[in-house]
């Protein structure tokens, strides 16, 4: 009697996937695999749900196997899904761009509650476009802006611009450097302010995957304020606002910085877990 080949029903999948996530030291093991499989399958995690007997055939298997073996190297969820949702919108998102993280919502919230009119925007260091498509959207009569460095990023940023239909201008190149004699209404940065000595400290999901171009801020994390905040004065408007989001303890010195340089109604503003992520002042 020949022996019959062992079944993979969904629900089987489901638990050894679980386990060999969690001892390759994935955080959330159960719910990152019925993601994973859910994308894999195309079902939706109640198709998942009222579908667990079924057995896979080798095609859906191997389609499986194919994003859990990404995953298992710990290559970031958002990479191997390929999007991210940021204020509502969903992003495309390559190893070419820093994953949009939720904390940076809060500088948007602050643009759009403190600069509600502001008809001209740059965005510095625009990454995915996740903070200047975002602004966009709810800023539909602004000229918004967007500079960055890497040509990858640049590429991918034109991607999620044209998915959510807005209309933001994307320059490459560094900081101001395009700009030479234009001022905006409203100036926002998420610049790179991981202190250089931590970023071999990083869960591997961030330290291997992730643009160190998008996270190196110097010795001390904070390169990119000491350029930005000085510079920002030659291309605000009258009234025009200067906000940067930052990282944990940095709120103080940024702040600092914001009013040697004779920035006015100087604020801080706190993620959901109560940590000052957001620094922003106004030219008088
Ligand atoms: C922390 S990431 C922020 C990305 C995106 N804005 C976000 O919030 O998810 C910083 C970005 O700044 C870009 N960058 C680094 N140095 C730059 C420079 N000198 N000029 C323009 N962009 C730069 C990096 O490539 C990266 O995309």
Not at 51 to 75: H, I, M, Q, T, Y
Not at 127 to 146: E, F, H
Not at 188 to 199: E, F, G, H, R
Not at 230 to 255: D, F, N, R, T, Y
Request: hydrophobic residues 45%; glycine residues 8%.
């Amino acid at each position: 009697m020949t022996e019959k080949p062992e079944t993979w029903t969904i629900r089987r999948v489901l638990d050894w996937t679980r386990g060999y996530l969690a001892d390759k030291g994935v955080e959330n093991a159960r719910l990152e695999t019925e993601w994973l499989l859910s994308a894999a399958l195309g079902l939706d995690r109640v198709g998942l749900y009222v579908n667990f007997d079924k057995p896979l055939n080798a095609e859906e298997l191997s389609a499986v196997r194919g994003l859990v073996a990404r995953r298992a190297k710990r290559e970031p969820l958002q990479y191997v899904l390929g999007t991210q949702e940021f204020c509502g919108l969903e992003f495309v998102v390559t190893p070419a761009v820093l994953i949009p993280r939720h904390d940076t919502e809060v500088l948007v919230e602050e643009a759009l509650r403190r600069a509600p009119h502001a008809a001209t925007v740059l965005d510095i260091g625009v990454g995915s476009g996740c903070i200047a498509v975002s602004l966009a959207k709810n800023l539909p009569d602004a000229q918004v802006c967007g500079v960055e460095q890497s040509a990858g990023a640049i590429a991918l940023a034109q991607q999620n611009v044209e998915r959510h239909g807005v209309r933001v201008i994307l320059y490459e190149g560094s900081l101001f450097e395009p700009f030479a004699d234009q001022r905006f209404d409203l100036i926002v940065s998420n610049p790179p302010y991981i202190p250089t000595a931590d970023l071999d400290t990083l869960q591997p999901e961030v330290r291997e995957y992730e643009p160190r171009a998008a996270l190196d801020g110097g010795a001390d994390g904070l390169d990119f304020y000491r350029i930005i905040v000085p510079a920002a004065l030659e291309h605000l408007s009258l009234g025009g606002w200067l906000m940067v989001e930052l990282g944990i303890g940095q709120a103080e010195s940024v702040l600092e910085m914001f009013e040697k340089a004779g920035f006015t109604d100087c604020f801080t503003a706190k993620d959901p877990n109560g940590i000052d992520r957001v620094v922003g002042g106004r030219i008088p």
